[in-house]
């Protein structure tokens, strides 16, 4: 038993807290103007914070343990800053590098992998569809044999990275007769004729993130392309979301941790009749639920995240540090922006982003809701 | 080393072997004991036989010494069976030899801790009418004469108080009001003008007894003295930092007795032609459960882990404590609901599990002064961190 982090694991966190604090000031600009921070991914790639759980020997910031914990650490401390650099590098680095890694042919990881530890290639995932969130079987996108290759139809949306990536990971079905089994992985060049961007969403939060729908008209692609086998779609999908789901968690924590920080730091300046507000038992109240919440959506994405690197068995654990922290993420914006008072409404003072950024976290890669049942599924299967 | 929150080999030993005793007979008579507000005497002599009257207490003195952790895991099992065998072997360990082991004399130690260690039930005695959370509004008066205190006053809440042998009690020996001028004294039942007041009848942990304490020109040698006059009130926070390890581990117990009883009832019981954890709703239920469990034993562990470490775990217990608790109610609320009708008779454990589960918000510090204690060591922290990054960048 051990709660403390390794020094090696430690300094990982600092080199990324360290970079993430470089970020700060520009932040705000960032999100007022829904700027997708491009010049961001070599210097994350060069510190090895593009891509912190590669087991690839050569790839940049090698000499920092290359584990899931890792990962986890890097996506805390750039989300404590920026939720949206945090989910530029999740989808990227888990969604599709991680794919990539697990079900990628010797080719297909040569080919591609390199480029996208240094930042050249910037990764998107594209599976949900209009009529298919968290039915993702229900898909309609379809992939017909074409020679050796496939013609790809169809159109996926709320894809992150959507505008700049240079791969997608598209997941379509090559026979709508046979469901979810049907479904089926392809790498997707960017620059395939025949896929048409939409313009970039409108979110909430994340404004930075370039998520947008992405359409696909007789896209022509190799027989290279395919990720795994026919119909292994769902499994490398859902491979991908376990992992992803431990960066969400990791991202979700980031920000109920920088959320404490900002609410203690206001709290012990502000003065309000005639003392710290710290020292009202009410405000008192809201800053400690929060740091109990942060320790919690803490300690559960380690565990999740250490019992993946032993090798066990991890997706009920990732279900549960992600619906955990998104919900900490989202009270202790909310808790936050409450201590500020007035202030907190400002839009100039970050809370509201915070809040607004910390949203989305309780739905993407699965619902608290999916994560839920995932949950209690572990629960009744394990408990006699 | 790398991190990892699973028990080491020797922990998961305790725990097995723990599991094991408590599953058997106490399993059994945890029922009865509640309904019929039974003292498990049997119970309670066959745990002092196996080493759990000296959890805390070094290997000389008659003790097992367990770490932190350990004693953690040891109170978590025995709250999964009985909450109140479970309260009663946290008050006399982590309350009552804890600090006699810590801050008493030798001869103290040797004169109290093989008793204690060998059957003797011991107490902690800080509360009064007046002073719950507030305990510096103590009034029990302690008086010198000679080589005698003189205690007067009246003291309420004490588990295990009536058959107590030894009982760590808190008197005023100093100025009116205020933490200042508390001492601590180890009163025994045989000293004139000690009496046992009446017995509390209580919403849970009825199988452990909780008392009044009266104290009448209660003559206590010098001797009986802990630590030095004045020190009281620092020694009785102190040991309650290492009490609301034990009851956050108490509150996991129960938390996780109730989680896994609502599981297995769910997969038994069907409604509308399915399983009732086939219902989402009933699911959602097991999952809010199943986090609150999790959460509070990586909360509890981490505390327990630094507690036995020696490094300084003041926010992490009261963390433990105040969410473990919280997680007990929680679990044990939802349980009954899960169980519907059937949570609200005794044929089923639940309703015993949500009664037994209030108390840990209340005692060894409400989830009110956990909070404080909280909030103060965030400042604090602010503080620190703000003092160190100064010294680093002189501006």
């Given amino acids: ?384 | 080393m790398s991190l990892d929150f699973r028990l080491g080999e020797d922990h998961a030993q305790i725990r097995a072997m723990v599991r094991e005793l408590c599953e058997g007979e106490f399993a059994a008579q945890a029922a009865r004991w509640d309904q019929e507000t039974i003292y498990p005497a049997e119970a309670m002599a066959q745990l002092a036989e196996l080493g759990f009257f000296g959890l805390l207490v070094p290997e000389e003195y008659g003790g097992v010494a367990y770490d932190a952790v350990a004693y953690a895991l040891a109170l978590e099992e025995l709250a999964r069976v009985s909450a109140g065998l479970s309260v009663m072997i946290s008050v006399h360990n982590s309350v009552c030899c804890w600090p006699i082991a810590k801050f008493g004399t030798d001869e103290q130690k040797q004169r109290f801790l093989p008793l204690l260690t060998s059957g003797t039930l011991g107490a902690f005695s800080l509360s009064e009418p007046g002073a719950g959370s507030d305990a510096g509004a103590l009034r029990c008066a302690a008086r010198r004469d000679g080589d005698h205190y003189v205690l007067n006053g009246t003291k309420n809440w004490v588990t295990n108080g009536a058959f107590a042998g030894a009982i760590v009690l808190f008197a005023r020996t100093g100025p009116e009001t205020g933490n200042k001028g508390i001492t601590a004294f180890v009163v025994t039942p045989d000293l004139p003008g000690f009496s046992v007041g009446k017995h509390e009848d209580k919403m849970g942990l009825r199988a452990s007894v909780t008392t009044e304490l009266a104290l009448q020109d209660c003559r206590v040698p010098v001797a009986n003295r802990l630590g030095e006059e004045g020190q009281g009130f620092k020694i009785a926070m102190s040991t309650l930092d290492g009490g609301r390890i034990g009851i956050a581990a108490q509150a996991l117990g129960i938390a996780g007795a109730a989680f896994e009883e609502a599981v297995r009832y769910s997969k038994a019981r069907e409604t509308f032609g399915r399983k009732l954890h086939e219902h989402q709703p009933v699911a959602f239920m097991l999952a809010e459960m199943e986090r609150r469990v999790a959460a509070a034993r990586l909360l509890m562990m981490r505390a327990a882990w630094k507690r036995s470490l020696g490094v300084p775990h003041l926010i992490d217990a009261s963390m433990a404590k105040l969410y473990a608790s919280e997680a007990a109610t929680y679990c044990a609320h939802r349980a009954i609901q899960v169980h519907g009708g059937y949570g609200y008779v005794k044929e089923y454990p639940v309703e015993r599990y949500y009664r037994d589960a209030r108390v840990t918000e209340i005692y060894e510090g409400a989830s009110e002064i956990q909070r404080i204690v909280i909030a103060r060591e965030l400042v604090r922290q602010a503080e620190a961190a703000e003092a160190a990054h100064a010294q680093e960048v002189p501006s």
């Fill in chain 1, 1 to 384: 038993m051990n709660f403390e982090l390794s020094p090696e694991h430690a300094a990982l966190r600092a080199r990324a807290r360290a970079f993430a604090d470089r970020l700060r000031p520009l932040i705000g600009a960032l999100d007022d103007e829904s700027r997708f921070p491009a010049e961001h991914l070599p210097e994350l790639a060069a510190l090895g914070l593009l891509t912190p759980h590669w087991p690839l020997a050569d790839a940049p910031g090698s000499d920092a343990p290359r584990d899931t914990l890792a990962y986890a650490l890097v996506l805390e401390e750039l989300a404590r800053v920026s939720p949206a650099h945090a989910i530029v590098v999740s989808v990227h680095a888990s969604l599709v590098g991680q794919s990539l890694l697990a079900f990628g042919s010797e080719a297909q990881k040569t080919s591609w992998l390199p480029r996208m530890a240094r930042g050249d290639v910037l990764g998107a995932f594209a599976l949900t569809e209009r009529e298919a969130g968290s039915d993702a079987g229900a898909l309609r996108t379809h992939a017909r044999r074409d020679g050796d290759g496939w013609v790809l139809n169809g159109e996926k949306v709320m894809v992150t990275n959507g505008g700049p990536a240079c791969l997608f990971l598209v997941f379509a079905t090559i026979d709508p007769a046979l469901g979810s089994k049907g479904v089926t992985a392809f790498l997707v060049p960017g620059d395939a004729a025949g896929i048409t961007r939409g313009p970039r969403d409108r979110t909430m939060g994340l404004k930075p993130a370039d998520v947008r729908a992405l359409h696909f008209e007789n896209v022509r692609i190799g027989a290279d392309a395919r990720l795994g086998e026919d119909g292994q779609g769902m499994k490398v999908a859902l491979s991908a979301l376990n992992v992803g789901r431990i960066g969400v968690a990791a991202q979700a924590t980031g920000i109920a941790a920088e959320m404490v920080d900002r609410a203690v730091a206001y709290a012990r300046g502000r003065r309000q009749f005639g003392q710290e507000i710290a020292r009202f038992g009410a405000v008192g109240e809201l800053l400690a639920d929060m740091a109990v919440d942060r320790d919690v959506a803490r300690l559960l994405t380690w565990e999740a995240a250490t019992a993946r690197d032993r090798g066990e068995d991890f997706s009920h654990l990732a279900a549960r540090a992600k619906w955990a922290a998104s919900e900490a993420a989202c009270a202790n914006a909310d808790r936050c922006l409450q201590t500020h008072g007035g202030w907190g409404y400002d839009v100039s003072v970050g809370i509201e982003r915070a809040l607004r950024d910390a949203r989305v976290t309780r739905l993407y890669e699965g619902t608290s809701e999916m994560q839920k049942l995932a949950v209690a599924r572990h629960a009744v299967a394990s408990i006699a």
